[in-house]
């Protein structure tokens, strides 16, 4: 089991920028496909971004794409999250997710969560 803890979360005006940082520890002999999550009160859990284990494959939601940049560090053992231009309506709790392969990471190890949030 791996276990993740996210940073970097805040309060951003509308069309600022901020970096979520995802430390993952535990399975030091492993490595993670990894993603990040996001879920606004009263709204679904929705994908914002996903990262093969070799980093060579990046994918995205559609409502974060040429937004965000999901990029990560092997040998610090983190997934970052870049978010540019951010909206209102990118406020949500953002999880970061680990699994061993990307289709995995909904059932996956996941972390508490850190809030951003996006004043107008």
């Known amino acids: 089991q791996v276990q993740l803890v996210e940073s970097g979360g805040g309060l951003v005006q509308a069309g600022g920028s901020l970096r979520l940082s995802c430390a993952a520890s535990?399975?030091?002999?492993?490595?993670?496909?990894m993603g990040w999550f996001r879920q606004a009160p009263g709204k679904e859990r929705q994908f914002v971004a996903s990262?093969?284990?070799?980093?060579?494959?990046?994918q995205y939601g559609d409502s974060v794409k040429a937004r965000f940049t999901i990029s990560r560090d092997n040998a610090k053992n983190s997934v970052y999250l870049h978010m540019n231009g951010l909206k209102p309506e990118d406020t949500a709790v953002y999880y970061c997710?680990?699994?061993?392969?990307?289709?995995?990471?909904?059932?996956?190890?996941w972390g508490q969560g850190t809030q951003v949030t996006v004043s107008s």
């Open positions: 990262i093969t284990a070799d980093g060579g494959t990046t």
């Open positions: 997710a680990a699994a061993l392969f990307v289709r995995g990471l909904s059932g996956g190890s």
């Open positions: 535990g399975r030091p002999d492993r490595t993670y496909a």
